[in-house]
Antibody, heavy 126, light 108 residues
């Protein structure tokens, strides 16, 4: 079955960097878009970034654009999130999520997250 | 506007029916997905494409759309349905990046 396991979270000082990883198994990782979604303490889900299956397309939330970089290594079945210039409002549980889509007549109909990891906690504190 | 709005909280008696709504202009033309989130657990997809239920999701969960409002209905709520529920939709590029603020469902 699909398994996504995040790692790399921890306590970091404001302005510093952290790299999160998401190890994937149980599916053809190189064929799927992958996302990062976060949840700050007591807050709702916030989409962070997406990377296409072939790494050609990357998109970011405005709140992290220019500071975070999403990447993947299909040979290692691993997704990454490089987080630089961390701020207090970046503190959250970070989830990786597998993208699934349905098509009709060759056109994408629905896109959604069908599998999620358990998350890794990032704490930003001086 | 690309914003999605949800009621903060609803409660339902055990075995009764509850409907959670998600409003937004984007929902007139785009679908909604729904995720269940329990504390300390990964989110779980319960509805995609307005009204499709993934395999393994109980049939007491259903979804619908009317105009700018999507709804998630739990018919015969169970204690294990107590959770936060988030609607989710796509942005103008097709990326499912929009989340509603979430609705906390309490089962009494």
């Amino acid at each position: 079955q699909v398994q996504l396991v995040e790692s790399g979270g921890g306590v970091v000082r404001p302005g510093r960097s952290l790299r999160l990883s998401c190890a994937a198994s149980g599916f053809a990782f190189s064929s799927y878009g992958m996302h990062w979604v976060r949840q700050a303490p007591g807050k709702g889900l916030e989409w962070v970034a997406v990377i296409s299956y072939d790494s050609k397309t990357k998109k970011y939330a405005d709140s992290v654009k220019g500071r975070f970089t999403i990447s993947r290594d299909n040979s290692k079945n691993t997704l990454y999130l490089q987080m630089n210039s961390l701020r207090g409002d970046d503190a959250a549980v970070y989830f990786c999520a597998k993208e699934e889509l349905t098509t009709i007549f060759g056109m994408v109909k629905y896109v959604f997250f069908d599998s999620w990891g358990q998350g890794t906690l990032v704490t930003v504190s001086s | 506007s690309s914003e999605l709005t949800q009621d903060p909280a609803v409660s339902v008696a055990l075995g009764q029916t509850v409907r959670i709504t998600c409003q937004g202009d984007s929902l007139r033309n785009h679908y909604a997905n729904w995720y269940q989130k329990k504390p300390g657990q990964a989110p779980v997809l319960v509805i995609y494409g307005d009204n499709y239920r993934p395999s393994g999701i109980p049939d007491r969960f259903s979804g619908s759309n009317s105009g700018n409002t999507d709804s998630l209905t739990i018919t015969g709520a169970q204690a294990e349905d107590e959770a936060d529920y988030y609607c989710n939709s796509r942005d103008s590029s097709g990326n499912p990046s929009l989340f509603g603020p979430g609705t906390r469902v309490s089962v009494l």
